[in-house]
């Protein structure tokens, strides 16, 4: 069955920098657009970036524009998302997930989905 496998998350002050990874398994990576969510305490859960794999076209939501950046490499099935100048409002529980299918800003497309990694910015 398909796997999603998140690492690299932790507590870093803000201003700092952590790199997010997310092993995948069970499904052809390297034809799956997939995309980073985070979801902070009482907040929906939100698109942070996305990439296809068609070319890796890359998509960021504007709060993160300029200090994340995803990636991936498909000779190791894995998802990347550089995180630098992280802020107090990027404290969240960050989710790997893989699109079946339909329209890369829609959560509802997104099939499958890691258990998530908390990353936490202090002052």
């Known amino acids: 069955q398909v796997q999603l496998v998140e690492a690299g998350g932790g507590l870093v002050q803000a201003g700092g920098s952590l790199r997010l990874s997310c092993a995948a398994s069970?499904?052809?990576?390297?034809?799956?657009?997939m995309a980073w969510f985070r979801q902070a305490l009482g907040t929906e859960r939100e698109l942070v970036a996305a990439?296809?794999?068609?070319?890796?076209?890359?998509y960021y939501a504007d709060p993160v524009k300029g200090r994340f950046t995803i990636s991936r490499d498909n000779t190791k099935n894995t998802l990347y998302l550089q995180m630098n100048s992280l802020q107090l409002e990027d404290t969240a529980v960050y989710y790997c997930?893989?699109?079946?299918?339909?329209?890369?800003?829609?959560?509802?497309?997104?099939?499958?989905w890691g258990q998530g990694t908390q990353v936490t910015v202090s002052s």
């Open positions: 990439i296809s794999w068609i070319g890796g076209k890359t």
């Open positions: 069970g499904l052809t990576f390297s034809r799956t657009t």
């Open positions: 997930a893989a699109l079946a299918g339909g329209t890369f800003t829609r959560e509802r497309d997104y099939s499958y």
